[in-house]
């Protein structure tokens, strides 16, 4: 058992230790930039302030958590379409409408009581981002348009969508920048570590129903064989009598479901309003944590709290070492290239292990060309 | 003429058809101008997909290659200040120098992404992905870094100026302005459209490359070296990428902001599919994502008359300016699955007889 | 039997064109060529026999560069050479033509032909009309004329291995390596390819022809040499052999050629096709208001040319695709647009041709594969629920009965060998009471054992009152199992024969020329097949 644990996890672990060791370089090579000279120590100091801003006080790891939930959920959402054949690369467009959506309704309900406000601005998160993924998902099964970029033409949308409503129809009146009301009854209370400016709200135990939720609907139920058969043989999954399209659907329309979620979650416990200029980079860092978790349940957790850690320790880096938050954007991307390049991790470290790669992704390339799957 | 604009729905109709042409006329300059970072990137996709490499990348290879280009630009004339402006199209050393480092640039992201695809034979969306990744992390964090220290711009190139006479023609006047009163890299957007369309089926090279991205096998047995022809394809794709950057702050602007690209490498994607991977077929669907992204800025300064000018400067900004990505995504509906791919498009290749 | 020692005395006399002493080659788990010999004189036809997986692939992936021997040389008129890759030995005159032709459908057959050698006019463009020229003149001297600028993915396959031979001729090839190249043909081109190779023969070609068929062997061949398990075995002049000898050389033990079918009792019509018109993906019509039933008890046998619409008649009869017009009952019971689904529940079981495509999930474990008809009905799941305990029993249950080889019930189909991969399939499939059995293709590229085996099965079936649809580009399979005989000509089910008594030659003559008199044309071959 242990052994199995460990070549599951020997890869992703040695492309982050990899993908340190370049950032390290990176922060050596760039010190000159931050202090004026050239600093050896500038590395150690970044990496020593990442880890004190994310796990080394208790308002260090409640960050951590906090950050990790919408991480998780859009990270769900990402590889639940990676298990369908799909690349869900419309996480932001799905996280910024659930967002938007919960943040109208929960301005609209801000004065009624929280015990129907926060379900009702939650559920209209949900129903936006499920909106937002059955889009794509419907345009990949009946006219073959690939996902990869019609989601990232939707994220551009949503920024769109976001600004014309917080400025437009949503907005607050009187305030000094185009943002929606406070939710007030709405939000999503704290519940640890309150008053110190680091708390976890109410959203944090979410997950904790998801993530069995979403185990159990791919690996114990049929819809879920189904939704990985789709995913590792369309042809032998229509031949079974299973139904390709409405999987495709499905699969990217629960992504979305998710990731609005997400973004519901996120402004209900965090924010707790709106503003038009509101951005995120959750799409590409929820990619990170889905590929990192090897497109399962379990392993996404692991690498939310990762990928949650790193922008929690962010702040602190940033104000301790002087170095900007976009350092985490590049690390993330050298994670991501050594996990794809897992042959150079494998003979680095000299790990036998299996391939690590994500099967289903064959399929995703497969259909970039637009072959549709039909009935 | 203004009297059929009066016809209840039909003249709206008419009206609407008028103003877009006279949109189209005033402004070809500005559209292709627009289209050429989008035909850039088609080409740099056209080199690839056609040898059967996917390439998302594309939008990281431009934003890396416009940061590294003006960077650079703007280095080198910190060196070298007070530049005389030079003879043709305003060139200068540094800017000069800063699209070889774009292209450089490109040329490198391209040799990444072949090295991931075609050797280790990684997932070509995951490759791609990772590059626009980095390319976003890279930029961001050496662009603030750098924000701190005052960074002049490295300045950019000056349109040609074309003849007078040759300008006011009646009726054709326009497009005489609209392809030659561009910086140099729009200009050279036609010439390397026809260029790569004649090579690509004309030439040697465009036999192989089109035979190792239809049917690598058969290539190989043929005597090609399929693994050499796409890493050579891709990096030759990385030029034109580097070029589209260099339009971004050093022909069209001079300056470099965070994800600057905004999409236009996937824009430029849709561009390839729905001109069937040709590349003039490429470069007309991106002069159509162009217009339909000046649309707005045409609207708000010069809105036409009437009720018709009312309707459309009632429509919110924001829908104009989402217009070129939902125009985008309704062509990749309507067309791909009719528009055929190279067919070993994505799949990777392993040589026969190696186990 | 063997070759005398004169005949040994008169080879040292002409140095061969080509001969490959000692080769050896190791692949990791597998010793596929160990210290082979072969002797090509010039202007030879020279067999090489050997049944699926014997070593013949390797030994000429060896020739053309496309692996490295690990012991051996390889001698070219006498000289010793070492090949570094397939331009390399194009350069040196040995071109080969696969058995999954090496054509880009989409280029023009002077694309074709020209990649790799291209006739420039310049360093930088090609010399379409000298092109042209060179390949019309070809064609002429070898007897066939063929349209240079005619996109190659329309042409028939007989044409489109002319095309390849074409392309070896181009480049002025000495030695010709035809791997399995009769595969695909019927009857009437093989005996016209037959004709071009002999021609090839007497102007001093040497033709290596790679092959599993026997009777064939004997037909052209000057000399064969037999293969097995990585060695050669024999070597036999035509006349001093026959096809059993050859058979039990290359399978080691007597071979059962033909298995015993016995006799069959048909009964009721079970299956009932009316007037079937298909469309394939591009829309065009390639099924043609095709008519027949199969009956309890028998096996009826399509057999065809592959691309003449089968694939598509058996994907309308299981459920994979729609028909444009046209009946399908099963039982009296309307199937005509009856899903995948219910076409399985009502008793129907499909053997695919494409195993990997349509047949199995290679990434899954055995245990979903055999339950990927039924994994949503009890015992396998109870409502959404799934039950993977009663899987596994059931997975494992099925493995033992049909002789499945593999380690465990969980391992991924991707790590099975073909011939256990197809086996998994027929557990799954026949692993109930069945109506209908539809088999596609269903001994392609496997080893003889498990060919048995598969046709052995295929006959108890029958025996056990199940109707069987029997599909198979390979005519004698079609022809030693089947009682009655459909022959599906562009789309037509041009003919239903006796199975026992109908003559191969007819068979033969009817999938090539539909039964029209004097053959067609190349371009009427063309259009409309596949």
């Not at chain 1, 006219?143 to 551009?156: F, K, P």
């Not at chain 1, 965090?270 to 990619?287: V, W």
């Not at chain 2, 050429?36 to 080409?43: I, T, V």
């Not at chain 3, 599909?471 to 041009?494: C, H, I, P």
């Amino acid at each position: 058992m242990a052994a199995r644990i460990l070549r599951l996890v020997a890869v992703p672990a040695g492309a982050i230790l990899l993908a340190l060791l370049v950032g390290a370089i990176v922060l050596l090579v760039s010190s000159p930039l931050v202090t004026g000279g050239l600093d050896v120590t500038l590395p150690l100091r970044t990496y020593w302030a990442l880890i004190q801003g994310s796990l080394l006080s208790v308002n260090a790891i409640v960050d951590t958590i906090v950050n990790a939930t919408p991480l998780l959920l859009v990270g769900l959402a990402v590889g639940l379409g990676f298990k369908a054949g799909l690349f869900n690369i419309g996480g932001q467009g799905q996280f910024l409408v659930g967002a938007l959506a919960a943040a109208g309704v929960g301005a609209a309900m801000a004065t009624s009581s929280p015990v129907i406000a926060v379900p009702s601005a939650l559920l209209a998160g949900v129903v936006a981002g499920a909106i937002y993924g059955f889009v794509p998902g419907f345009l990949k099964a009946y006219t073959g348009a690939h996902e990869v970029v019609t989601t990232i033409m939707l994220n551009y949308v949503a920024i769109q969508i976001v600004g014309y409503a917080v400025a437009g129809p949503l907005r607050a009146q009187g305030a000094s920048f185009a943002r929606t009301p406070d939710v007030l009854n709405a939000a999503l209370p704290p519940i640890l570590n309150q008053g110190t400016g680091h708390e976890a709200h109410l959203g944090v135990i979410i997950p904790l129903i998801v993530v069995p939720v979403i185990w159990w609907l791919l690996f114990r139920s049929t819809v879920g064989f189904e939704i990985r058969t789709v995913g590792a043989n369309p042809d032998a999954a229509r031949y079974a009598g299973m139904k390709p399209r409405r999987l495709i659907v499905l699969a990217l329309t629960l992504g979305g479901l998710l990731a609005g979620l997400g973004g519901a979650i996120e402004i209900l416990g965090r924010e707790r309003y709106m503003a038009a200029a509101y951005s995120t980079n959750i799409g590409f860092d929820a990619i990170t944590v889905a590929l990192l978790g090897r497109a399962h349940p379990v392993g996404i957790v692991f690498g939310a709290l990762l990928l949650g850690a790193m922008r929690a320790g962010a702040a602190a880096m940033q104000s301790q070492a002087g170095i900007p938050v976009q350092m985490i954007d590049l690390l993330q991307g050298v994670i991501l290239f050594f996990l794809a390049a897992d042959v150079v991790v494998r003979r680095i470290f000299r790990i036998r292990a299996a391939r690590t790669g994500v099967d289903e992704l064959q399929t995703v390339t497969r259909t970039y060309s637009g072959q549709t799957t039909a009935s | 003429m203004e009297a059929l604009f009066d016809i209840p729905v039909l003249g709206l109709v008419i009206q609407l058809v008028v103003f877009l042409v006279d949109v189209l006329t005033r402004n070809g300059t500005i559209i292709l101008a627009l289209a050429a970072p989008l035909a850039l990137g088609a080409l740099c996709g056209v080199l690839n997909e056609r040898s059967g490499v996917v390439n998302i990348g594309i939008e990281g290879m431009m934003l890396a290659s416009a940061f590294v280009g003006w960077y650079v630009a703007s280095t080198v004339n910190q060196w070298f200040p007070g530049q005389p402006s030079g003879i043709v199209f305003g060139a200068t050393i540094p800017i000069l120098v800063g699209v070889l480092a774009a292209i450089g640039t490109g040329m490198i992201a391209s040799l990444l992404h072949a090295w991931l695809s075609v050797s280790l034979r990684v997932d070509q969306i995951i490759s791609g992905t990772i590059i626009n990744i980095i390319a976003f992390g890279v930029t961001g964090y050496v662009n603030l870094l750098i924000s701190r220290t005052s960074q002049v711009s490295g300045g950019k190139f000056v349109p040609f100026v074309p003849p007078a006479d040759l300008v006011e023609l009646p009726i054709v006047g326009w497009v005489f302005r609209m392809f030659l009163q561009q910086g140099p890299i729009t200009m050279s957007v036609i010439v390397l459209v026809i260029v790569v369309q004649i090579l690509l089926f004309r030439s040697r090279w465009g036999l192989r490359t089109r035979a190792v991205g239809e049917h690598p096998e058969a290539a190989e047995t043929a005597g090609i070296d399929v693994i050499r022809l796409r890493y050579k394809n891709v990096i030759l794709g990385g030029i034109f990428a580097g070029l589209g950057g260099a339009w971004f702050t050093l022909d069209f602007g001079s300056s470099f902001e965070n994800g600057m690209t905004n999409g236009r490498g996937f824009i430029a994607l849709a561009a390839l599919i729905f001109g069937r991977w040709h590349p003039v077929g490429a470069f007309g669907a991106a002069l159509l994502f162009a217009a339909s992204g000046s649309l707005g800025i045409a609207i708000r300064t010069t809105p036409p008359a009437g009720q018709l000018g009312e309707i459309l400067t009632s429509i919110p900004g924001q829908v104009f300016s989402a217009l070129p990505y939902i125009v985008t995504i309704i062509v990749l509906a309507g067309v791909v699955g009719r528009s055929i791919p190279p067919a070993a498009v994505g799949r990777p290749y392993e040589r026969e007889g190696t186990t | 039997m063997a070759i005398t020692d004169t005949e040994v005395a008169q080879e040292h006399i002409v140095a061969p064109a080509l001969e490959m002493r000692g080769i050896t080659k190791r692949y990791p788990g597998v010793l596929a060529n160990d210290h082979i010999d072969l002797k090509v004189r010039p202007g030879e036809i020279h067999a090489l026999l050997g049944e699926n997986g014997a070593g013949k692939s390797t030994l000429m992936n060896i020739l053309y560069g496309l692996a490295r021997p690990d012991e051996g040389e390889i001698l070219l008129d006498g000289e010793v050479v070492s090949i570094a890759g397939p331009s390399d030995a194009i350069d040196r005159g040995i071109s080969m033509v696969h058995q999954h032709f090496m054509l880009v459908p989409v280029l023009t057959v002077a694309e074709n032909i020209l990649l790799g050698a291209e006739t420039m006019a310049n360093p930088l463009f090609l010399d379409r009309s000298e092109a042209r020229r060179r390949i019309a003149a070809l064609g002429q001297r070898f007897g066939f004329e063929i349209d240079p600028d005619e996109e190659v993915g329309r042409l028939s396959v007989g044409w489109q291995q002319r095309v390849e031979i074409l392309k070896a001729l181009y480049r002025s090839a000495k030695i010709l390596v035809l791997d399995e190249p009769t595969a695909v043909l019927t009857p009437q081109e093989t005996t016209e390819v037959f004709a071009v190779l002999r021609r090839l023969s007497e102007e001093g070609h040497s033709v290596v022809f790679i092959s599993h068929k026997l009777y064939e062997v004997l037909e052209i061949a000057d000399r064969i040499t037999v293969i097995r398990r990585g060695r050669v075995v024999g070597e036999r002049l035509p006349s001093a052999t026959d096809e059993d000898d050859l058979a039990e050389l290359m399978v080691g033990r007597e071979v059962q050629l033909v298995v015993d079918r016995g006799e069959s009792h048909p009964g009721e019509p079970v299956l009932n096709v009316d007037q079937l018109t298909v469309q394939n993906d591009r829309g065009r019509e390639v099924v043609h208001e095709v008519d027949f039933d199969v009956r309890a008890g028998e096996i009826f046998g399509i057999a065809g040319v592959a691309g003449n619409g089968q694939d598509e008649l058996v994907e309308a009869i299981t459920g994979l695709r729609r028909p444009s017009s046209g009946k399908i009952e099963l039982l009296g019971q309307e199937i005509t647009d009856a899903d995948t689904r219910d076409v399985h529940e009502l008793g129907v079981a499909f053997v695919p041709a494409d195993r990997h495509r349509y047949g199995l999930v290679l990434s899954f474990p055995l245990t979903d594969n055999i339950v990927l008809n039924d994994y949503f009905s009890p015992p396998f799941a109870r409502g959404p629920v799934r039950d993977d305990a009663a899987i596994l029993e059931h997975a494992q249950r099925a493995i033992e009965s049909f002789d499945v080889r593999t380690p465990s019930a969980t391992v991924t189909a991707g790590t099975l060998s073909g011939g256990n991969q197809q086996k998994l399939i027929v557990a799954r499939e026949f692993d109930r009471d069945l109506k209908l059995l539809v088999l596609d293709q269903p001994t392609r590229g496997l080893d003889v054992g498990s060919v048995e085996f598969i046709h052995k099965q295929a006959i108890a079936k029958r025996d056990a009152g199940t109707a069987v649809l029997l599909v198979s580009a390979e005519l004698d399979e079609v022809l030693e199992l089947s009682d009655r005989v459909g022959v599906m000509y562009r789309g037509r089910l041009v003919a239903v024969v006796d199975g026992r008594t109908a003559g191969r030659e007819d068979v033969g003559l009817l999938m090539a020329t539909g039964g029209r008199e004097g053959g067609i044309t190349p371009r009427e071959a063309s259009v409309e097949t596949a």
